[in-house]
């Protein structure tokens, strides 16, 4: 594909449930990242890896979150517990190398409403 | 938390107006990035200058840093109504590989 791709475009669920987002990054991008936007925010960090190993977890808001890589590409979040505030767009990005030189190219986002 | 402060908020001009943004940022960057975002939903790069770099061209966009006010701006000439959009500046510090945003500017170019 040419872009990062998330799926699904969009999910509703209930409060207490449990959700899985994914992202398929550019294929040959060894950075994965994940980040969430509120309404009316700009995107907050939450999670990075390189390779299939997380990096950097320090975004994650608590351990209901979690998020795995584990062939090194495709890239899945999971929240456990949904509670009302995790509702935002989820976006993912992907680099061709890990650092800020190199240019995060984003995904259309996952809308996460948690009713 | 949110590292950079866009100014102003909202912007609304003309279509062939140039439109000009600015974002002030808190701490030590490495580079700073602008992005554009349509709809609410994903980001496309548009631009990166790097801490050593004070201006930064790519065609119509126009990036200048100055790192000792720690501030950014973006100014978009000969504005089109296909660049109503919202504009955010992300920064990335030494050491670290993810990017902190600000709240971004929400342009809009009347046709």
């Known amino acids: 594909g040419a872009g990062v791709s998330q799926t699904p475009s969009n999910k509703v669920t209930e409060k207490g449930k449990y959700v899985e987002l994914r992202c398929d990054p550019i294929s040959g991008h060894t950075a994965l990242y994940w980040y969430r936007q509120s309404l009316g925010q700009g995107p907050e960090f939450l999670i990075y890896f390189q390779g299939t190993g997380a990096a950097d977890d320090s975004g994650l808001p608590n351990d209901r979150f979690f998020a795995v890589r584990p062939e090194g590409s495709v890239s899945t979040l999971k929240i456990q517990r949904t509670e009302r505030g995790d509702s935002a767009v989820y976006l993912c990005?992907?680099?061709?190398?890990?650092?800020?030189?190199?240019?995060?190219?984003f995904g259309p986002g996952t809308r996460l409403t948690v009713l | 938390s949110q590292q950079g402060e866009e100014d102003p908020q909202a912007l609304s001009i003309q279509e062939g107006e140039n439109a000009t943004m600015n974002c002030s940022y808190k701490?030590?960057?490495?580079?700073l990035q602008w992005y554009r975002q349509n709809s609410g939903r994903g980001l496309v790069h548009l631009i990166l200058i790097r801490s050593n770099e004070r201006e930064k061209h790519s065609g119509r966009l126009r990036v200048t840093l100055d790192t000792s006010k720690k501030s950014s701006s973006l100014l978009i000439t000969a504005s089109r109504a296909a660049d109503t959009a919202s504009y955010f500046c992300a920064t990335d510090k030494a050491g670290s590989y993810q990017l902190t945003f600000g709240k971004g500017t929400k342009l809009s170019v009347i046709p």
């Open positions: 701490t030590s960057i490495n580079n």
């Open positions: 990005a992907s680099s061709l190398i890990a650092g800020g030189m190199d240019t995060q190219y």
